[in-house]
């Protein structure tokens, strides 16, 4: 006997109804990012590995989960995508779109992680981007999108926190001073937050190991060495957002797991999951990351959503359950021939949802097929139904009784019963 194969580490095999909730959540994201005037782009999955290296070459992103492709001679070296930010700003530097260039996306990424509820190989986003403008109502629009979404979607557990890493001379001295307190504390830090700090202190930040808990909770904020000019533009995106009664925590140590941030950033955490996964969301501005990969100097912002995490929200707060996924009409057919094959191909055309049995199976087992898919109404065709060339109309889940209707006015009678009972 063959080997039996398994979904490999990390990822999961997706079946309805969860596939059939998850395409319906992508689609309610497509649909707002929309109305708000953002277009939908399609990056490819993978990229030049110098492209993700940008990101941070300081994150464990990019040290350690990169997914590579094997080297071929001549190329140069490629890496799944694990996310799609890079890629946004890479698409913006080749093709030079008219600013403000608003997109949103959705689509899976790659990451080498320990895999854990919550914690996947392959997993899926959605996201918005907005490149060509520093204005702090664009940071608020990206917000309010992201927020929105959430509430639309049924989730009330969710945070948002708020954070500047400031830009430019004001984030050089920060990042200075917080290497002079991290090295005055240097015993007292992991061996793996003394790594990250010889290459960038503000990392050190994000680290979650408990001993680095008390040295972190007393360093230097950002918040507090901001320069006049990245705290009049956090100003006003606070401004904005109490405007819009989006609330928010200010988490002066939000630094995020990508390097390329500048000014705002956020995240969005989930009170309904456990805490080491409990981010549903996050991402906040980065002005320097189009130019970093050859483009214009043009500012960006924006955020991606974990679906598979969303989803897992859901569940945890009981909502955004399963769409209806039930036929409209069933047809069961026991005689020889292509009435079933016509018939159900009809029906399909005009709108109608129809499936059919397929192997000749008995009448018996063919209703409780038609029982078993949910359809509101089953089309009998047997022969006597064929001999007078009409069809038997049995509702399943609708009200009224049996009756007999002509081949040839079915599809409309089907389209009135169906329509009533709306
Ligand atoms: P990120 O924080 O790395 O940001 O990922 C965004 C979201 O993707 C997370 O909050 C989480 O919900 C989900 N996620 C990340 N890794 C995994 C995983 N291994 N398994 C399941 N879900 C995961 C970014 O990716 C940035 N590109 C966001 C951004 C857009 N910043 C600016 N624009």
């Not at 490819?44 to 094997?70: D, H, I, N």
């Amino acid at each position: 006997m063959a080997d039996t194969f398994q979904a490999p580490r990390g990822t999961r095999d997706i079946l309805a109804p969860e596939s059939e909730r998850w395409h319906v959540l992508v689609a309610r994201f497509a649909q707002a990012a929309r109305q708000a005037g953002y277009r939908p782009v399609i990056p490819p999955m993978f990229e030049e590995l110098a492209v993700f290296q940008r990101v941070g070459e300081s994150t464990e992103v990019v040290r350690k989960e990169m997914f590579l492709l094997a080297e071929r001679e001549g190329e140069s070296r490629q890496a799944l995508r694990p996310e799609q930010t890079a890629s946004v700003c890479r698409m913006f530097a080749q093709h030079r779109p008219a600013t403000p260039w608003k997109v949103f996306y959705s689509g899976s990424n790659f990451r080498y992680e320990r895999p854990q509820k919550g914690r996947y190989r392959q997993f899926d986003q959605v996201g918005a981007e907005v490149l060509g403008t520093d204005d702090p109502d664009v940071d608020v629009e990206i917000i309010a999108l992201a927020w929105r979404f959430y509430q639309q979607i049924g989730l009330r557990q969710v945070t948002l926190l708020l954070n500047s890493l400031g830009d430019g001379e004001g984030r050089a001295k920060y990042v200075a001073a917080l290497k002079a307190y991290f090295d005055a504390h240097l015993d007292a830090l992991s061996a793996q937050s003394r790594e990250t700090l010889a290459i960038n202190p503000l990392r050190v930040l994000d680290s979650k190991r408990p001993e680095d808990g008390e040295i972190i909770a007393a360093a230097p904020r950002m918040v507090e060495h901001l320069s006049p000019q990245d705290g009049a533009h956090f100003d006003r995106v606070r401004a904005g957002l109490d405007a819009l009664r989006i609330p928010y925590e200010l988490a002066p140590r939000l630094v995020r797991g990508l390097d390329y941030y500048t000014r705002t950033t956020f995240e969005f955490a989930s009170g309904a999951l456990d805490a080491a996964q409990n981010a549903v969301g996050g991402g906040g501005r980065y002005d320097g990351l189009v130019a970093d990969l050859g483009g214009p100097a043009v500012a960006g912002v924006g955020f991606a959503l974990g679906v598979d995490r969303i989803l897992l929200a859901c569940d945890a707060e009981e909502t955004f359950g399963p769409p209806d996924s039930a036929v409209d009409v069933f047809v069961v057919a026991t005689v020889d021939g292509t009435d079933a094959l016509e018939l159900t191909d009809e029906l399909r055309a005009a709108g109608i949802g129809a499936d059919r049995a397929f192997d000749a199976r008995s009448m018996k087992s063919q209703m409780k097929a038609a029982d078993r898919s949910g359809a509101r109404l089953a089309l009998i065709i047997g022969s006597q139904e064929q001999e007078s060339a009409s069809v038997a109309l049995r509702p399943l889940r609708l009200g009224g009784e049996q009756q007999l209707v002509p081949r040839a006015d079915v599809v409309a009678r089907v389209r009135a019963m169906l329509d009533a009972a709306r």
